[in-house]
């Protein structure tokens, strides 16, 4: 079994920058995906970003360039550094791990003031 756990999540005004830390543990060999999907009120769950155990990186469209995902495989933790933030960034913002199978976080809860 393995548990996905997100941490980082807040309230911030427009402009502004968070943190997301996700860090999976448990009976582990190797997680070849790690990244993060939002879902915000009334709205499907969208890809943000994703990155290999390789380094290689996946943005979504209305991210590029503002956001930065990056991974620490030895601590099986990955982050994304949320820059310029705007209130359409508002959503709980979802960890997974895919080893395979998927694995998910509970979700973080981002909120952007304007």
């Known amino acids: 079994q393995v548990q996905v756990v997100e941490s980082g999540g807040g309230l911030v005004q427009a402009g502004g920058s968070l943190r997301l830390s996700c860090a999976a543990s448990?009976?582990?060999?190797?997680?070849?995906?790690m990244g993060w999907y939002r879902q915000a009120p009334g709205k499907l769950r969208e890809l943000v970003a994703t990155?290999?155990?390789?380094?290689?990186?996946v943005y979504a469209d209305s991210v590029e360039g503002r956001f930065t995902i990056s991974r620490d495989n030895a601590k099986n933790t990955v982050y994304l550094q949320m820059n310029s933030l705007k209130p359409e960034d508002t959503a709980v913002y979802y960890c997974h791990a895919f080893t395979p199978p998927y694995y998910w976080g509970q979700g973080t809860q981002v909120t952007v003031s304007s």
């Open positions: 448990g009976s582990i060999l190797s997680i070849n995906l």
């Open positions: 990155i290999t155990s390789g380094g290689s990186t």
